[in-house]
């Protein structure tokens, strides 16, 4: 059965960093283009950052540019999402996504993708 699980999640003020992780078994993550996605209370999902794979090229919604680094490790299996100077406004479950469909068709949309992990919460407040 495939399998994204998601760590790193927690509680931090504002302005503070997290490191969330995705990783993968049962297939491997360079086969696909991943995204990560957040559900905040009362909103729908938005896919908010991606990285292609092949040439790793990344994409950013606009209200994390600057503030936000997706990378992967392939040798790991894992992808990672660096959140620096994180907002009230960034609270939300934090899910990892994996789909072949490129990362331009998914970047700050719900994203209908093929797999899925169980997410991770991330609260910043004070």
């Known amino acids: 059965q495939v399998q994204l699980v998601e760590s790193g999640g927690g509680l931090v003020q504002p302005g503070g960093s997290l490191r969330l992780s995705c990783a993968a078994s049962?297939?491997?993550?360079?086969?696909?283009?991943i995204l990560w996605v957040r559900q905040a209370p009362g909103k729908e999902r938005e896919g908010v950052s991606c990285?292609?794979?092949?040439?790793?090229?990344?994409y950013y919604a606009d209200s994390v540019k600057g503030r936000f680094t997706i990378s992967r490790d392939n040798a790991k299996n894992t992808v990672y999402l660096q959140m620096n100077s994180l907002k009230p406004e960034d609270t939300a479950i934090y899910y990892c996504?994996?789909?072949?469909?490129?990362?331009?068709?998914?970047?700050?949309?719900?994203?209908?993708?093929?797999?899925w992990g169980r997410g991770t919460q991330v609260t910043v407040s004070s």
């Open positions: 990285i292609s794979r092949g040439d790793e090229t990344t």
């Open positions: 049962r297939f491997t993550l360079d086969y696909y283009n």
């Open positions: 996504t994996a789909d072949v469909r490129p990362c331009r068709a998914r970047i700050g949309l719900n994203p209908r993708d093929d797999y």
